[in-house]
């Protein structure tokens, strides 16, 4: 059974830095194409970024373009969202995700999720 673990959120000023991760276990990682998506309560979950099974290929939401990485190792089986210069408007839990192979924008195209780590950006 394929299991996806975030960790690393937090509390963080506006214009600090963090970096949250993604462990996952129960499948061969390498096969998968990951995305990262995050909510807002009452809101829809949003893509942010996306990379292919082999890390060459990765899609960023225009909102995060320039300031988040995606990036992953598939020898430790782990997908990392680098974020930079942070807005209180990036305030939202969020949740790594697998699929075949590709990224994908549309979460339900995504076959497995993570439970989700809540970043919250403010003094």
């Known amino acids: 059974q394929v299991q996806l673990k975030e960790s690393g959120g937090g509390l963080v000023q506006p214009g600090a830095s963090l970096k949250i991760s993604c462990l996952v276990s129960g499948g061969t990682f390498a096969d998968y194409g990951m995305g990262w998506f995050r909510q807002v309560p009452g809101k829809e979950r949003e893509f942010v970024a996306g990379?292919?099974?082999?890390?060459?290929?990765?899609f960023y939401a225009r909102s995060v373009a320039g300031r988040f990485t995606i990036f992953r190792d598939n020898d430790i089986n782990t997908l990392w969202l680098q974020m930079f210069s942070l807005k209180p408007e990036d305030t939202a839990a969020y949740y790594c995700a697998a699929r075949s192979r590709e990224y994908s924008i549309s979460q339900g195209d995504y076959n497995y999720w993570g439970q989700g780590t809540q970043v919250t950006v403010g003094s």
């Open positions: 990379i292919t099974w082999n890390g060459r290929n990765t």
